[in-house]
């Protein structure tokens, strides 16, 4: 049995799922929620999306994170030298620059220019927490490390987010992951230690999971290291829940409320890219459901569930299955939600064996991550693997993307 | 004459993503720098090429090499004037207006971020209409104006100025745009306003304003469908799924950037038929069901019938459900000439254009 509980900062909303199926559900006060949920049976998992209380928490924490980019050269002006995204914007109390950074295929393009500055960059305007985003980072982050290094010798204390342990290629979109991933760390920390012992209260052994924006399972350590994963989780989990009372593995999901949000599920799980606008209107490197707010019509040979939500009847012309959840969808797909890894790489490969021998490497790394995050033994398997040339780099680029995921 | 402020500048872009799928923070940041150069330095005068006098020297303002790579490795502002100056100097004497040579996402920005920053006028017009892979595939190469000298400014500060025939200049230039972290921004084209009359696609700048003032109030799919064969002409070839994604399908093109892609896109309707679009950098060919339909110098353009978005050979991927559109190029690339330089055989394919014996 699997129990799937979504939190908000007032309540708890959790699924009872067993076999694929619906068992129980009930909200209330956490620890209380899953007593009553488990009533005696065996529990193997409890997964937590958390997304809504760590969304809420964004408003909290404003100016509380001091900011470093690695270029080659200063930025001139407010646009180019600050971020695009009013939230990154309020979030980040302090910024610096350091001279740095390489290209894409990991040649340096200036080297790091730390002396003057590292006493400077370890103050951090006075803040507890800094980011570091250096151009290049995503294929080679030596001078990102650097940077920590010598930060954390001068002040050993300093917390530090580096953006290429968060996303992939484009350094705004992987700034502003890094940015809120520093602001959430306290946040998610207690959100964790709360997660963890209610689980705990529970008989037996059972396993403590969180699921992420891309619709995956990660261990709570993960979790307390990169909060940002967790963000958008209760997209991903509405629309895996509705596929999975509909009956439904692969699917166009409908989910008909106050608005009408439209998703795809395959697979089990939902459709994701990377760089998509997601809460606050930040685009984050990590990966997120692709949705569309829009009314569409179905199209060719979709398998169709829509979904009721809050007292809506009306689905006009929509045809498929109909779902009228008795619980709350994202517990039902949280329950359901599988040890999963997104992996985002720029890369090159000079022939069609090199670029097969590439795409293995990323895929036997995606499928560590998943055996890594309490996937069960040989459960592990890609479900999704492009690579895609990058237009106008020289011939031989590719941008792959690896999704995968396992049992757990 | 018609001028152009910050206001103007996200209908801009609406209207230049028809040509270009480019997306995410760093297309943001562009509008945003742009727009802050704007409000300082004041609205940029919007000359049609006729309002110039004929002896104003001018010279066209483009960044090559990858979005992906701006967006890893954004600009620094000082760019533009950079690449200005340094033309300048090459040239020994002043520019008295810029135009685009692209004008689609930021290659439709950095234009009037450079005519800014040098208190000069923007031309209305462009050399492409579309995005072309090649910087001698252009109106302005195909009525003789010179591609160089060019300058080129990275963001790492480097400046590379080229002087070479049209044919070396390209291969040359992505020499230094690979060193340079993936893209430059270039002034190229130095011409004048009296030999660009009969070189450049007239009024583009503004045909994307106001193609991109549409598109922005169009209440749905159909409607937007709808705006653009009325605007712009487009023609659907079909609608469907994309079920398949191959890479290096063919030999590569001679000298062109990135891999060959091919793009299978089945129908919804009727029998199913089968559209298949070839790419590289940008789609090239449609077939269906084995037949030219369409071709590249026309733009080839998918867009998402759920998002409301451009798919580009970059962002497509298996179970997309998208609209197959054709927006058919300016009158000149439909010429013998043009389609020798950027028909179909231009980029490898032992094909004739759907039009090739119809007179433009």
Known sequence: MRIGVRLTPDLAHGALVAGGALVASRSGEPRELLTRLASGSRVDTVTWDVSAVLDASLGSVTGRVAAVRVLPGVARGTALGGHPSPLVRSLVGWRGHVTGGHDLFGAELAPLALDDQAAELAAAGGLDTLVVTATGAVGRADHEREVAARVLAHRPGLRLCLSYEVGGPGLLEREAAAVLNAALLDVADDLVDRCAAATAALPGEVGCGFVTGEGGRVSAERLRSLPVLALGADDATRLSGAAVLGGATDALVVLVGREVVVGHVRDGLPHVEPDLVGPHGVRLAAPRPVLSRTPVEPAGHDHVVVALLDGAEDVGDLAGTLVRPDADLGAVGAACARAGAWLDVVATADTADELDQLRERVRQRALTVVATSGSEPGAARVVADTARPVAYLRSGVYRLHVRATGAS | ?360
């Open chain 2, 1 to 360: 004459m018609r001028e152009i402020s910050a206001a103007d500048l996200p209908a801009l872009m609406t209207g230049s993503r028809l040509l270009s799928a480019s997306t995410g923070f760093i297309v943001d940041a562009c509008l945003d720098w742009v727009a802050e150069l704007v409000d300082r330095h004041g609205p940029v005068p919007l000359v049609g090429v006729a309002d110039l006098p004929p002896e104003s020297p001018c010279a066209a303002i483009a960044m090559v090499g990858s979005v992906t790579a701006l967006a890893e490795l954004p600009p620094t502002g000082e760019e533009p004037e950079l690449a200005v100056r340094a033309l300048e100097a090459r040239l020994g004497h002043p520019l008295r207006a810029v135009m685009p040579l692209a004008a689609a996402t930021v290659n439709a920005l950095f234009p009037i971020a450079a005519a800014a920053v040098s208190g000069l006028p923007l031309v209305d017009c462009d050399g492409m209409g579309r995005v072309l892979p090649l910087i001698q595939q252009s109106t302005y190469a195909l009525a003789g104006l010179p591609l160089t000298p060019l300058a080129a400014v990275g963001a790492a500060g480097d400046v590379v100025v080229v002087d070479a025939a049209a044919t070396r200049a390209d291969p040359l230039l992505r020499a230094a745009v690979t060193t340079a972290g993936g893209w430059m921004l270039c002034a190229m084209n130095p011409t004048t306003a009296g030999h660009l009359r009969n070189a450049a696609i007239p009024g583009a700048v503004s045909r994307l304003i106001d193609v991109g003032r549409v598109l922005r109030t169009a209440a749905d799919h159909t409607a937007l469908l709808d705006d653009l064969t009325r605007v712009l002409g487009a023609k659907l070839l079909g609608s469907g799924r994309v079920v398949e994604l191959s890479h290096d399908t063919r030999p590569t093109g001679p000298g062109l950037p990135a891999n060959p892609t091919s793009v299978a896109v089945v129908e919804y309707t009727g029998a199913g038929r089968l559209i298949r679009l070839e790419a590289q950098n940008e789609f090239l060919l449609a077939t269906v069901d084995g037949a030219v339909a369409a071709a590249v110098p026309d733009l080839l353009c998918l867009l998402d019938r759920r998002e409301r978005r451009v798919v580009d050979p970059e962002s497509v991927v298996v179970g997309d459900h998208v609209d197959v559109l054709v927006i058919p190029a300016a009158p000149v690339w439909h010429t013998p000439e043009g389609l020798r330089l950027a028909g179909p055989r231009a980029f490898g394919f032992p094909v004739g254009h759907p039009r090739e014996g119809i007179s433009p």
